[in-house]
């Protein structure tokens, strides 16, 4: 089965800094996405990572805060730009279409927590 | 819009014993996806198994099936057998077939008990 692989696995940043994470997926995939979990909460969709475009944002959600890169059909990169401690989350990748499947499957997930 | 329901936020189960972990959705969709996912305290979301909206027959995946009324909008989880690694967050979600967006429930904590 594939392999989906985030970095960071963890960090710790301070206020009004940037994190990047990076989402590799060993086979090519339809459709990425990105999450994000608050403390306590369900998942949240952030965006729609669009290979070769600009991605799409879910309400709440603007490009400055989270600007997001798909360069090609394995790779993602999400930044989560002048953080605040609200900032703190899990943030997930997930991908669909390994193995011409509907079913979705997540990254390990980049726990950030912003002091 | 799409809503997930999970109405029990905690369970708690024997070792070796089944649980059915509830889970309710609303669409105006006639095509769509519906996924349970199992959290454990290290945060990875774990998929677990997934019907689609034709699907006739339920989804099994081992020891977890999908029980799947559709005229009711109920999407159910069935652990059997329940282990001590099972406990865990289990969250149901839904996907549109056209984008693919999950909507997630709230979540269940399941503990099971030796």
């Known amino acids: 089965s594939a392999v989906i692989s985030q970095k960071p696995s963890r960090d710790i940043c301070q206020r009004g800094t940037s994190l990047t994470i990076q989402c590799q997926v060993d086979s090519q995939v339809t459709m990425m996405f990105w999450y994000r979990q608050q403390p306590g909460q369900s998942l949240t969709l952030i965006a729609t990572a669009n290979q070769g475009s600009e991605a799409t944002y879910e309400s709440g959600f603007v490009i400055d805060k989270f600007p997001i890169s798909r360069p090609n059909l394995t790779f993602s990169t999400l930044t989560v730009s002048n953080m605040s401690p609200e900032d703190s989350s899990i943030y997930l990748c997930s991908v669909v279409g390994l193995q011409n499947s509907y079913e979705q499957y997540f990254g390990p997930g980049t726990r950030l927590t912003v002091t | 819009a799409q809503k997930i329901t999970q109405t029990q936020p905690g369970m708690f189960v024997q070792e070796k014993e089944a649980v059915t972990l509830d889970c309710t959705y609303d669409?105006?969709?006639?095509?769509?996806?519906l996924f349970w996912y199992k959290q454990p305290s290290s945060g990875e979301m774990i998929f677990l198994i997934y019907?689609?909206?034709?699907?006739?027959q339920n989804a099994t995946e081992g020891r977890y099936s999908l029980n799947f009324q559709k005229a009711r909008k109920s999407a159910n989880l069935v652990i059997s057998a329940s282990q001590l690694g099972d406990s865990a967050m289990y969250f149901c979600?839904?996907?549109?077939?056209?984008?693919?967006?999950?909507?997630f429930g709230a979540g269940t904590t399941v503990t099971v008990r030796a």
């Open positions: 019907q689609g909206s034709y699907d006739e």
């Open positions: 979600a839904m996907s549109r077939s056209r984008d693919y967006k999950l909507s």
């Open positions: 669409t105006s969709d006639q095509s769509y996806g």
